[in-house]
């Protein structure tokens, strides 16, 4: 898209802000949710206060970096503390896990709303998510958060672009997700499961794979790398440090998977689940 389109559509998404009124934004340090909070910050100033969920499902790598983004930006920067992984129906993983973990968020943000006077609740909802299993959007509106992103039918690729324009450092910044997500549904959730993929993922960045998943199956870790990466994995001696590694970490087995990294791959298996996902309108 042009620019001069894409700068309509900010100056539109500013004046949809600007109608919430004081505004709390659930930012992750992600790219979508990083641009909402500039978004934000742009139209209402002080009133736009991120709000970012610290659990062991978030690494800790991704929470340094959100708020070194968000004192660039200069809006205001909260950390609450989540307890989705103590909530039987979040750690039994379930299909559905995600409703819980940003029910939780949500519910937690509504109190702090209720307490401060804070007329709304964001979240980085985008068309893409449209076309996948995104129970957490359910969960939002239960609880009446919006997606602003969403409402102004911006795509993560405009987004990007827009980042890159407004100069925010995650304009290219690969895609995050939490670290459950990398545990199939129906092999519970746990903290150790958890501490296993971030350490392993940290090794691989570390390894210089920005793009990269470590998928918990057990003994076995399955890493996802985009197909340009793979042969890397196999320079020198890395595929040698990476089993040791990941073999200190806990993993029996490591293994590769040749289709390479693909979102949101574990939802794959949603067929075996009778899981239907959103669908775009």
Excluded at 28 to 48: C, E, I, N, P, Q
Excluded at 178 to 206: N, W
Aim: aromatic share 6%.
């Amino acid at each position: 898209m042009a620019t001069a389109a894409l700068d309509v559509k900010y100056e539109n998404l500013k004046q949809l802000i600007e109608g919430m009124g004081k505004t709390l934004i659930a930012y992750s340090g992600g790219v979508d949710s990083t641009f909402l909070a500039k978004a934000a910050y742009d139209a209402l100033g002080r009133d736009a206060v991120a709000v970012t969920a610290l659990s062991p499902t978030y690494p800790a790598t991704e929470l340094e970096e959100a708020k070194v983004y968000a004192a660039e930006i200069g809006i205001e920067h909260r950390l609450i503390e989540t307890h989705e992984l103590e909530k039987e129906e979040y750690a039994v993983n379930n299909p559905d896990r995600c409703f819980h973990c940003k029910k939780e968020l949500f519910t937690e943000m509504q109190l702090i709303a209720q307490d401060e006077g804070f007329d709304t609740i964001v979240y980085g909802g985008i068309m893409d998510d449209l076309g996948d299993h995104r129970p957490g959007m359910e969960a939002a509106d239960l609880l009446n958060a919006r997606a602003p992103l969403l409402e102004a039918e911006l795509q993560k690729q405009e987004i990007r672009q827009l980042s890159r324009e407004l100069g925010l450092p995650t304009w290219n910044k690969p895609g995050g997700a939490c670290l459950a997500s990398r545990i199939p549904y129906g092999m519970r959730v746990t903290l150790e499961k958890l501490r296993q993929v971030d350490q392993a993922e940290h090794f691989l960045h570390k390894l210089g794979f920005r793009l990269v998943r470590v998928r918990h199956h057990g003994d076995i870790a399955r890493i996802e790398a985009p197909p340009e990466d793979l042969a890397r994995l196999f320079a020198d001696d890395a595929h040698t440090r990476i089993v040791d590694a990941l073999k200190a970490i806990g993993f029996k087995y490591v293994a590769l998977d040749m289709e390479g990294y693909r979102t949101g791959s574990l939802n794959e298996t949603l067929a075996n689940h009778n899981i239907v996902p959103l669908q775009t309108v």
